[in-house]
């Protein structure tokens, strides 16, 4: 059977997506991808495939099995982001870095919005193709459960992907964090102690101890007594801090 012209124009469109829709007098069930382009036509009880310019003899089963693989693919995709992701987290949850972990999240999350986009695609013309094709919806039933699994399963990797990424973040935020903190605390023991330095170490007269044969030793015990003080401080902080981990309220609550 030959292909119109005005349909074979537009299917020889590039920017043509996977569709399901009543073209020129003839049901037709597009799927497309950069790798793939296939074209079936439903009429009354028959079924075409698009071979070149001519629409051939095909079957439900044909059809079945070229849906069957387009699924299976995609689970494929899916099973390799899911290693991936673990892989992320249980590195993560070592408190170690994945390298180049923001990149590689984004070109994952582009691939897998994509395959998303694809999927979407796929399940608005299969339902459209069972709304109107209702001889067959019973032994499409399972394509069509497997397609929305499908498309639930990527949509939770990508959320799972987006909550690594923000977990990171927290976390080298927190880090950021705490650095800045403890060069905060480094800053206010050694700044007194650098005012001491550079006030016994001006050339006037008559500064404090100078004539006192204890005064070195004096001098000692004060900045020995900013260090302690300092380091008090800073661990009756870490002491507070540790009083909201969630483990540690959970032994007292226990004990009690």
Do not use: W
């Not at 099973?79 to 170690?96: G, R, V």
């Not at 608005?124 to 094709?133: G, T, W, Y």
């Not at 170490?201 to 204890?214: E, I």
């Not at 001098?219 to 302690?228: Q, V, Y």
Request: net charge positive.
């Amino acid at each position: 059977m030959q292909i119109d012209e005005n349909l074979k124009k537009m299917l020889q469109n590039k920017n043509i997506e996977t569709l399901y829709s009543d073209l020129y007098g003839k049901k037709i069930f597009v799927y497309a991808n950069a790798k793939q382009f296939k074209v079936f036509s439903f009429e009354e009880d028959k079924i075409y495939k698009l071979d070149e310019n001519r629409f051939l003899p095909s079957d439900l089963e044909e059809f079945s099995n070229f849906i069957k693989k387009i699924i299976e693919n995609f689970k494929n995709q899916n099973l390799h982001c899911e290693n991936i992701l673990e892989y992320k987290e249980s590195i993560i949850l070592k408190d170690n870095f994945v390298k180049n972990f923001f990149k590689n999240a984004f070109v994952l999350r582009q691939k897998m919005n994509k395959n998303l986009k694809q999927i979407n695609l796929l399940s608005e013309a299969f339902n459209l193709l069972l709304s109107e094709q209702n001889q067959y919806k019973k032994n499409l039933k399972a394509l069509n459960l497997s397609i929305n699994m499908l498309l639930k399963n990527t949509k939770e990797n990508l959320i799972r992907l987006d909550n690594i990424y923000k977990l990171t973040s927290e976390i080298k935020n927190e880090r950021m964090n705490q650095n800045i903190y403890l060069l905060s605390i480094l800053s206010s023991i050694f700044l007194p102690l650098n005012l001491i330095v550079g006030f016994f170490g001006m050339n006037t007269n008559n500064l404090f101890f100078k004539d006192n044969p204890y005064g070195t030793l004096y001098i000692f015990t004060i900045i020995c007594f900013i260090l302690i003080l300092g380091a008090v401080f800073y661990r009756s902080k870490k002491l507070k801090e540790l009083d909201l981990d969630d483990s540690k309220n959970t032994k007292i609550s226990s004990i009690k």
